[in-house]
Structure formats: structure tokens, C-alpha cells
């Protein structure tokens, strides 16, 4: 992918100039000429910068694949973590059911 932008930058690169220049007297005037010719340019710049781009992300990608095989594999673990714990199916009022206050339950101040 990155060949075919770096391809069609250069191409776009190419055609400006050659339009810009061989058709400098069709186009009707030199600004057109330079306008056609830096458009050109300009497109074709942007086309290779990102050739360039995305050669240099597929490097760096490859890369990383080679420094993760060289690392060692994290073992597994040998045992599964246990579920959590069972809730009490009854409610909070359910458990006070037969409770009884006592007078160290009270909150004398």
C-alpha cells in the first residue's frame, strides 16, 4: 500500500509539472502555469508522506511482532478463581425475626 501511494505521489508530482509547463501557453496565463504546477506538487507530497507514513507503521509493526515471539509466553493459571461466595437467601427482617432487645442494647446517653 505504501508503493502504490508513494506511486501515485510521484504521478501526481510528474503530471503537474508536465501540465503546468508544456501547457503553460493553453492554459491562458503564467499564474494558471504555477498555480497548475504547485497544486502538482503539493498533491504529490502528500501522497508520498503518507507512502512514507505507512511504510514506516509497518516497519514498527513488524518490529513488534518479532520483540513479542522473543518474549517468554505468561504461564497459565493452574487453578480457576473460585466463584464468590453464596448470598443468604432471606432478607435483613428475616434474619431480626426472633431477635430480643437487651438493656446493653440501648443507646443511653
Avoid at 510528474?14 to 501557453?25: E, F
Wanted: include cysteine; proline fraction near 6%.
Amino acid at each position: 500500500m505504501s508503493r502504490l501511494l508513494k506511486g501515485i505521489g510521484f504521478f501526481l508530482f510528474a503530471v503537474g509539472l508536465l501540465v503546468g509547463v508544456l501547457g503553460g501557453p493553453y492554459l491562458g496565463s503564467f499564474w494558471t502555469a504555477l498555480c497548475t504546477v504547485v497544486s502538482g506538487f503539493l498533491s504529490g507530497m502528500i501522497f508520498i508522506a503518507l507512502g512514507v507514513i505507512l511504510e514506516q507503521a509497518e516497519e514498527n509493526r513488524d518490529y513488534l511482532h518479532y520483540i513479542a515471539n522473543l518474549l517468554p509466553k505468561p504461564d497459565q493459571p493452574a487453578e480457576r478463581r473460585k466463584a464468590p461466595a453464596k448470598k443468604d437467601p432471606r432478607s435483613a427482617l428475616e434474619k431480626l425475626k426472633d431477635y430480643k432487645f437487651e438493656p446493653s442494647d440501648s443507646q443511653e446517653s
